[in-house]
Nanobody
Framework: QVQLVESGGGLVQAGGSLRLSCAAS???????MAWFRQLSGKEREFVAA????????YYADSVKGRFTISGDNAKNTVYLQMNSLKPEDTAVYYC?????????????????WGQGTQVTVSS
């Protein structure tokens, strides 16, 4: 059984930084891993993804230049370095694993999800 375990969320002031980590336990393969976020009552939205083929990265426009995704394919581990945080970045952040690489920015193609970690940015 595969589980994604996230860590690194917390409370930070606007302009500060946080680093999220996510590691997959259990045997699996993946084409790419990603981070999504969700506010209460809203749809889960794409934040960033990394394809293991050439370690290509993708970002939502709202975080480009502030967030950096990285990871290790062999360990199915992904990180999200978040700098210059804004109050509107406040959300529950989820990591996700897509075994076959069918999608990227949509939630439907991801096979496994973490439990979520809360990020709160105060103004």
């Amino acid at each position: 059984q595969v589980q994604l375990v996230e860590s690194g969320g917390g409370l930070v002031q606007a302009g500060g930084s946080l680093r999220l980590s996510c590691a997959a336990s259990g045997r699996t393969f993946s084409a790419h891993m990603a981070w999504f976020r969700q506010l209460s009552g809203k749809e889960r939205e794409f934040v960033a993804a990394i394809r293991w083929n050439y370690y290509t990265t993708y970002y939502a426009d709202s975080v480009k230049g502030r967030f950096t995704i990285s990871g290790d394919n062999a360990k199915n581990t992904v990180y999200l370095q978040m700098n210059s945080l804004k109050p509107e970045d406040t959300a529950v952040y989820y990591c996700a694993l897509d075994r076959y690489g069918i999608g990227l920015r949509g939630t439907n193609s991801y096979d496994y999800w973490g439990q979520g970690t809360q990020v709160t940015v105060s103004s």
